[in-house]
């Protein structure tokens, strides 16, 4: 097989598991309630099965990039991806709550071993000048299984029963492993390195304080754990720097894009999720519509991500993707900074047009910002690269919730939405949206101190300010 093919084949895979994810996950979601009659299931229960999900993810994705980096990594793309596809069709059959959600825990570790390798491989196989073309396929795979999960999830739940969903994700997995073994190419970067067990373990127990803390602001015990991941991840950056092959290379972080980008992923995520579950709870309560029209109008930023993202890759492959990247947030910005101003009256034309934009911003940023971390560091770092930034997407959703959880508390408390708090819950999504709003400021000057030439030009002017002060 010629080079060529093996691209295209790659690219064909990129985008199958780029879709399965998201599909995934948002047609869960819809399923559950489904799930929770059959088994008999708590509300507390059910939000362990998604929050399972991106605890693991966020846990094995770096170890799993660097493991790609030592071993191979397509080899553990595919093994994860064969993982992924046996645990769907496994559950599809589960008997239980429980083992559903052992099933689901299964899902989350081949998940995690797809996606710590998949830009790597992207970035190992593609040449600089042709990675955000594919960056931006991938990631159109991302936003059309967005559209497409909460539609089909909430239509085959209904029709035939949730079980089908997993024999649909099986479908899929089957055809992607057949298409990542018709190569038998694989990068190799690592070689006879060693997988730093002490870094992993500090690390992922630092990330699950921290998730916890973060995922449960209202909690007593939310401060203390945020400060024990903190404590946690300062352990881990003293025995990274002692380690003779660490889990992460800190030298990494030297790079402004390497750095800045994932601090900007982080926010831009954090955007994303929050700004998608705010819109949810307004058309639902306030609106009055019901879950499917609710999904339909928010997958209008579905919409236009889909149609953004191979441009913006393209774009990032022929002007600096830092300058795409950045635009991307500022059109971000200014589409939740609009929703801080939706009432009644404007809610149709306004919440469209901000719908609109901030789809497009995320559209822009998505595969740019990829092309920056990826291509800041050596060859040799991919798969830890890749699977960071996929780490820093996953705690951005993670805070960005928070923020949102935070808000409503403190202005609802645990009170059960009804009509006659209707007026609380309007002031405390406007104050979520100023909240992200003010976030994604800052990731437009993250994005922008990403490019080095605009730090070092931003340092001089501060230093030049401070001479003349004195």
């Known amino acids: ?162 079980r089908t969903l997993f024999y649909l994700d099986t479908v899929i997995g089957i055809i992607a492993t057949y298409a990542i073994t018709r190569f038998k190419y694989d990068w190799i970067d690592a070689r006879g390195e060693k997988l730093d067990i002490l870094g992993s373990f500090l690390l992922g127990m630092s990330i699950i304080a921290i998730i916890y803390g973060f995922s449960n602001p209202t909690s007593n015990y939310s401060l203390f754990l945020v400060i024990i991941g903190i404590i946690g991840l300062s352990l881990f950056y003293l025995a990274e720097k002692r380690a003779t092959f660490p889990l992460i290379n800190l030298d990494l972080f030297r790079s402004r894009s390497f750095t800045f980008g994932n601090i900007t992923a982080f926010i831009n995520y954090a955007a994303f999720v929050s700004v998608g579950f705010i819109l949810t709870l307004y058309l639902q309560y306030l609106k009055g519509y019901d879950p499917l029209t609710a999904g339909l109008i928010v997958s209008v930023q579905s919409i236009m991500m889909v149609i953004v993202s191979p441009f913006a890759g393209r774009l990032s492959d022929k002007i600096a993707p830092e300058n795409v990247s950045t635009s991307g947030m500022v059109l971000t910005t200014i589409g939740v900074a609009l929703m801080t101003l939706i009432n009644f009256e404007n809610a149709l ?10 789809g497009a911003g995320i559209g822009l940023f998505y595969a740019s910002n990829t092309k920056v971390v990826i291509n800041a560091v050596d060859k040799k770092y991919l798969g830890v690269a890749g699977a960071t930034l996929s780490n820093s997407r996953s705690m951005g959703q993670i805070f960005g919730m928070g923020i949102v959880t935070l808000v409503i508390s403190a202005l609802l408390g645990n009170a059960q939405i009804m009509p006659s708090n209707y007026p609380e819950l309007i002031i405390s999504l406007r104050l979520s949206l100023v909240a992200i709003a003010v976030l994604s400021a800052i990731g437009i000057l993250t994005s922008l101190f990403a490019a080095s030439k605009i730090f070092n030009f931003a340092v001089q002017e501060i230093k030049d300010l401070l001479q003349r002060q004195n």
């Open 349 to 358: 034309y306004l919440g469209g047009i901000s719908l609109i934009i901030f």
């Open 1 to 162: 097989m010629d080079y060529k093919e093996l691209k295209k084949d790659l690219l064909i895979v990129g985008i199958l598991v780029s879709f399965l994810t998201p599909f995934v996950r948002s047609s869960i979601n819809l399923a559950l309630p489904a799930i929770a009659v059959e088994f008999d299931l708590s509300a507390v229960f059910l939000t362990w099965i998604s929050t399972v999900y991106l605890l693991v993810n966020a846990i094995l994705y770096i170890p799993f990039g660097r493991i790609g980096d030592i071993y191979g990594r397509k080899r553990i793309f595919q093994i994860g991806l064969i993982i992924f596809t046996i645990s769907s069709f496994i559950s599809a059959f589960s008997p239980s709550g429980e083992i559903f959600l052992l099933f689901r825990i299964l899902q989350a570790i081949g998940n995690a071993m797809i996606f710590a390798n998949l830009n790597a491989m992207i970035s190992s196989a593609f040449p600089e000048n042709e990675r955000g073309r594919a960056f931006g396929l991938t990631s159109m795979g991302v936003f059309v299984g967005l559209i497409f999960g909460p539609i089909l999830g909430g239509a085959i739940t209904e029709i035939v029963g949730w």
